[in-house]
């Protein structure tokens, strides 16, 4: 079945710097989906991509799909405290695991001043 | 505006004692359901979802259940709690694609 794989698991960051956590899936995904867990909190959804090679950017972040819909990453320029928590991605496939969501493990990071 | 909740938010039950968690939609219709777990510092596994009343498809064997007994009613059950059942739940309702998560439940089997 579809898988969804993320790294690095964990990433220690200064403030002031950049980072970048990567996504991919096993299979074709139909969209990608990037999710914040504060720690304690819960799961809150940041953006979603479609098309192949599509680019957005929130701020600070910018998130990428790949050209073959099988890869995605989320890059954070000039990391702050605020950015604290774990970052998931999350993709939906082809037709047979329709409305199946499937996260990554995630990405924890950790942002020392 | 459309709302999910889920409680209770923290549980400590003994081991084989039963388990019931709840978690309602307002605001929509027909929404699609999920249950996640969350293990300490890990990923969101994915437990169950249901497409409509009665319908619940498992994504990993367990001792734990779900059914769908109205149309914003999503539980997830079981029998017997294991050592192994503790960690985070989570309740999610996706609507064209986005997942929107309940508060979760933290459950601490002892």
């Known amino acids: 079945g579809q898988q969804v794989m993320q790294i690095p698991q964990y990433q220690h960051v200064q403030e002031g710097e950049d980072f970048t956590t990567y996504c991919n899936s096993s299979?074709?995904?139909?969209?990608i989906q990037w999710y914040k867990q504060r720690p304690g909190g819960h799961p809150v959804f940041l953006i979603q991509?479609?098309?192949?090679?599509e680019v957005k950017k929130q701020k600070r972040l910018t998130f990428q799909f790949g050209e073959a819909k099988k890869n995605s990453s989320l890059h954070i320029t000039a990391t702050q405290t605020t950015d604290v928590g774990t970052y998931f991605c999350?993709?939906?496939?082809?037709?047979?695991?329709?409305?199946?969501?499937?996260f990554g493990a995630g990405t924890q990071v950790v942002v020392t001043p | 505006s459309q709302t999910i909740h889920q409680w209770p938010a923290t549980l400590v039950q003994p081991v084989g004692s039963p388990l019931s968690l709840e978690c309602t939609v307002e605001?929509?219709?027909?929404?699609?359901l999920y249950w996640y777990r969350q293990a300490a510092g890990r990923g969101l596994q994915l437990l169950f979802y249901?497409?409509?009343?009665?319908?619940i498809s498992s994504e990993v064997p367990q001792n734990l259940s779900a059914s769908r007994p109205q149309d914003r009613q999503f539980i997830l059950s079981s029998k017997k709690l294991l050592l192994s059942d503790s960690g985070f739940y989570l309740c999610?309702?996706?609507?064209?694609?986005?997942?929107?998560f309940g508060q979760g439940t933290r459950l601490t089997v002892v």
């Open positions: 299979t074709t995904l139909s969209n």
């Open positions: 249901s497409v409509g009343i009665g319908q």
């Open positions: 999350a993709g939906t496939g082809g037709t047979d695991s329709w409305g199946k969501l499937q």
């Open positions: 605001g929509t219709s027909n929404p699609n």
């Open positions: 991509l479609v098309k192949s090679g």
């Open positions: 999610a309702w996706i609507l064209n694609t986005e997942a929107f």
